[in-house]
């Protein structure tokens, strides 16, 4: 049975960090894209990271380029999430999930979610003064 179990969100200060995990058991994590992904209340979830099975190339949410940093360990079957100069728009549940259809992440994370599966049950992050 594949599973994915986020850890380490929050409650943070604006310019506060924190780091997620997303720990996959059941599966050979380097053989899967892997995306981050984050839902605010009333929102629809939306893609913010991505690493590549393939090259293990990273790509990123406009908003969060430069702030947040994607890292695989295969060796430990996780994914961390860094998340550097919080800001309160960033508040939302954050998920990770694998890639079913390619190795590679593209924008897939960004426009082809449907894509993704084995959603965890997300762990929450809260930007506030």
């Known amino acids: 049975q594949v599973q994915f179990v986020e850890s380490g969100g929050g409650v943070v200060q604006p310019g506060g960090s924190l780091r997620l995990s997303c720990e996959a058991s059941?599966?050979?994590?380097?053989?899967?894209?892997i995306g981050w992904f984050r839902q605010a209340p009333g929102t629809e979830r939306e893609g913010i990271s991505c690493?590549?099975?393939?090259?293990?190339?990273?790509y990123y949410l406009d908003s969060v380029k430069g702030r947040f940093t994607i890292l695989r360990d295969n060796a430990k079957s996780t994914v961390y999430l860094q998340m550097n100069n919080l800001k309160s728009e960033d508040t939302a549940v954050y998920y990770c999930?694998?890639?079913?259809?390619?190795?590679?992440?593209?924008?897939?994370?960004?426009?082809?979610?449907?894509?993704?599966?084995?959603w965890g049950q997300g762990t929450q992050v809260s930007v506030s003064s």
């Open positions: 999930a694998a890639n079913l259809m390619r190795r590679s992440c593209r924008d897939s994370y960004k426009r082809r979610l449907y894509e993704y599966d084995y």
């Open positions: 059941g599966l050979t994590l380097g053989d899967y894209a």
């Open positions: 690493t590549s099975a393939s090259d293990r190339s990273t």
